[in-house]
């Protein structure tokens, strides 16, 4: 399956770290996953929940200068013209396009800072199966989630078929083939010192238990920034933040 056919959608979240075995260790302990080899070379992993991929790990934050980050991806026809887009509307490309075989990568922020990547190509093998097991789902923390939806629905063509959106409840939920995908609601602060106030893209792991996840980050270097019966914000050994929810199905 390629993004020709599943545009506009998220079709994976990755990890830039700086040390990649600490990086595997801590998110074995935390969220159950085995490891598998990437096609890009030594320096990635793909993460495996229950033989499904789920993310992938890129330690090349020290090697490239980025940012310790969850990002998540979206597909898009044609990587150029999203890149193209995105300036256009008010964003920066950070990174690329570039070739990653099989495929097309690069990585933007939109026009309140939050980073988030686009890939063009074919998807990751399972990919189906990663997206109807919904092991991940992203939200957007923005300024506007109205004026958030505008900016990314032209640049990865969500009104021509791409994927639905909904306005309910004073968030926009993105929808694709019926499934919830993704999340935009509104607060974020830009000029906010904690970095999880600032606009940012969350990433969500489904897990079965919300505090076993939390006292393994605690034991494994990470910490708890936030936690409750269902759902808690973690931020792992490297210092990168991401959230357990609590599987519902």
Request: charged content about 20%; aromatic content about 10%; overall charge negative.
């Amino acid at each position: 399956m390629s993004t020709q056919s599943v545009f506009g959608a998220p079709c994976w979240v990755s990890l830039t770290s700086r040390d990649l075995e600490a990086t595997q260790d801590f998110y074995t302990a935390v969220l159950g996953w085995r490891w598998r080899g990437a096609k890009l070379g030594e320096h990635f992993r793909i993460a495996l929940a229950d033989g499904v991929p789920v993310a992938g790990i890129a330690a090349v934050a020290a090697m490239w200068q980025m940012a310790v980050a969850w990002t998540p991806y979206f597909a898009v026809r044609d990587a150029d013209v999203a890149v193209a887009r995105a300036r256009e509307r008010g964003g920066t490309a950070a990174v690329g396009p570039l070739s990653f075989p099989p495929g097309r990568a690069a990585l933007l922020a939109d026009r309140d800072g939050a980073t988030f990547g686009i890939w063009q190509g074919e998807l990751v093998s399972n990919w189906e199966v990663w997206r109807r097991a919904a092991p991940t789902f992203v939200r957007l923390h923005t300024r506007d989630a109205f004026d958030s939806a505008i900016f990314y629905g032209e640049i990865l063509d969500w009104a021509t078929g791409g994927c639905e959106v909904e306005y309910a409840d004073g968030e926009v939920v993105l929808r694709s083939q019926g499934d919830i995908v993704a999340r935009i609601d509104s607060g974020a602060v830009e000029a906010a010192p904690d970095p999880s106030v600032r606009p940012h893209w969350q990433i969500h792991f489904s897990v079965n238990d919300v505090p076993g996840c939390a006292r393994a980050a605690e034991k494994h270097g990470g910490s708890v920034l936030s936690e409750g019966e269902d759902e808690a914000i973690l931020r792992d050994a490297d210092g990168a933040q991401f959230t357990v929810t609590r599987r519902t199905r």
